[in-house]
Structures are given as C-alpha cells and as structure tokens.
C-alpha cells in the first residue's frame, strides 16, 4: 500500500501543508525541531488514531487553533481511499471515503504503518507498558476486533478495581457482584490473552531469521510471551473455568489491596539472544538489533495478514544504523515498502537511496519538495 499524498491543517507546527508522495523512499531533511517527527507522526496517527509521543489528543492541535485535521489518500488493491480525521478539543472524528466511522475501530486498519525511532530501544529495555502499547497497536491494526475487546476490558477492568476499593474500604464485599464483575473480566481476558499469545508467535516466526541475518548469523533470537494469565485447558470453556477458579483463590487478597492483581494488563514479553534475556544481559548492539528485527519482521507479518506491504516511517534511525544494518534494512523495503525518512543530514545514509528517493525541505513548518 501507499500513502499518495498528506493534507495537514493546524496539526502541530503545520498551518497549511499539502504533499505527495513517491511510491518508493521519500526522505524529510531539516535541522532540528523544524517538524520532521510532526510530519511521521501526523502519518502514524491518520493509520492508527493515535501518537507514539502521547495520549493527549489536544497535543496535536497548533496552539493558536481549535482543531486539526489530517487528510491523505491511501493506494491498496488498486484502489484509491481517502481517510480524514479531525481533531478536536473534545475528541476525534474519523472518515473514510468521506464518510463518518463511527467508531475508531472501524476506522483504525485503513492505513497499516511500521514506526522505526529511536524510543523503539525502550521495546527490549523500557517497562512493560511499552510493550503491550507496542503489542496493542500491532494486532489492532491487523484486527480491528482486538481494539474493540480491549476497549470492553479496560471498561471492565475500571468497573472491576472500583468493586475492589469500595470492598477494601467497607471490608466487605457483594459476592453476587464480584461473580458478574469477574464473569465478564474473564471473558475478555481469555480473548485478549489468546490473540497475543497467537501475533507474538507469528511475529517471532519472521523475526529469527531476520535476526540471525542482521547479526552476521551469530545470534538466535526468541521472543517470549508472559502473560499475566495462562491459558490452561484445551479450549475457551476451560480456560475461563480454571481462570475463575484462580481468581476465586486469590479473591481476598484482592480486596486487601482493592484492585485487580492479575490479567492482560500486567502482560510481558521477553526477547533472548542466544538463550540469554536481552534486556539483563544484551549489549546496545544487541538490544538495537532486537529491535529492529521485531520491526521487520511486523512488515513481513502486516503483509501475511492483508496482502499489502505497510507504509515504514524511519524517524532519526538510518543515519544512526552502521552500514552493516542499514544494508539488510534497505535490502528488506527494496522496491516493495513505501519508506519515510527523517534525517539531519545525509551523510552516513547510503547513497543509492538518497540519490534515487524524493527529498523534501523542512524549516519551520513548511515542507518543500526538492
Ligand atoms: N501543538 C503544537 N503547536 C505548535 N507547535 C508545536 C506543537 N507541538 C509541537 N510543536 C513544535 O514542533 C516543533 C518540533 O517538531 P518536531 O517534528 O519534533 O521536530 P524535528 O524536526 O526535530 O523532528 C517544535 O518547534 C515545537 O515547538
Ligand atoms: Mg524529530
């Protein structure tokens, strides 16, 4: 798929800004803080409604306005479609083909995108929540239905700890109440819990031979879902059944803190080179190779899932790849992967892509096309 052109009005640091697009390496060039990030994330958020960089939504309109809106054509299966989403100060409005979704999740999948920046470090390093928002946005965009029963288990979960609290203050609890709560957080845990367990091992399938590749075939990795919950049994019935009985086991202690100490929320995943847990133990290189792989690999998965190659948004990291690494990188997208660049300067990036990918200027807000 591409992204044929980008329309922005009053997103970030953009009054007015109107581009279109190459099918192949489109490189942003600028000093810093002139709108490079703006431009990818502008991107990001037309394909899954939502920022790498945050969670307020008022973040992206420019400080002197009311709203913001990004605009941009989508070529997949031969066919040209527009998506619109309009931000405002109370919320988000979605359009495909000029109509309203009304739902995001409807909405989310239109546009398939892999982020490659340098806070994707934080993927092997950071805390947890870094990767289930990584896993999250993954199979959301590849299954729509996922954001709908996370949004259900978050609601749940909500309803759930507040159970828990008025229980711990009052020191005792509805146990009608505490079966219906529970009932429906199993429901969607289960589900939930299920669908990770199934994207991290199709992921890991692409990721291996990536990495094994990319670390001059030194390195095995291997990926390692934790889930909070482990699906025991053979079916959904049964692992819903053990699932209650495990929370019935750990119901009073619940109470004692007054909230909900296990389920999808407290997810992990591991990543191990060589048998050894990349995080503890691996070097920058490592971790930095970890990384990528998982990200290259999320293309190739993208791809399996809906036929189309997704849109790569690389923000500061090619220059920051030694040549090795950028080498397999661009050999991956080579003429199938419609790639977004954003650099400070030129140097140290290959000079084949640089020569033949459409260069843009970016200072201060405003884009022009080389
Ligand atoms: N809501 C906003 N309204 C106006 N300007 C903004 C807004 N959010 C960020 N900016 C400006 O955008 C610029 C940073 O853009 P960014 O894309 O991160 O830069 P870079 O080119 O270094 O990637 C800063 O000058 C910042 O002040
Ligand atoms: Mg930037």
Redesign the pocket.
Known sequence: MHLENLVLR????YEEQELSFDNNVNV?L????????????AILILAVAKSH?TTND????????ES?KIEGRVEKHGQSVPLELTLTQKGKKAKVNHLEQKKLSQYVGNLNVVMFAPEDLSLVKGAPGVRRRFINMEIGQMQPVYLHDLSQYQRILQQRNHFLKQAQIKRKSDPTMWQILTEQFIEVAVKLTKRRADFIERLEQFAVPIHFKISRELEHLKLEYKPSVELEGANPEEWQANLYKKMESIAQREIDRGVTLIGPHRDDLFFYVNGQNVQVFGSQGQQRTTALSVKLAEIDLIFEETGEYPVLLL??VLSELDDFRQSHLLAAIQGKVQTFV?T?STDGIDHETINSATTFL?D??TVTKQ
Do not use: Y
Not at 10 to 13: D, I, K, P
Not at 30 to 41: C, F, I, R, S, Y
Not at 58 to 65: G, L, Q, T
């Open positions: 009053h997103f970030r640091n942003f600028g000093e810093n803080a002139q709108g490079k990030t703006n431009l990818l994330e960089r008022k973040d992206f309109i420019s400080w002197d306005a913001a923000d500061d954003t400070t970016v201060k807000g």
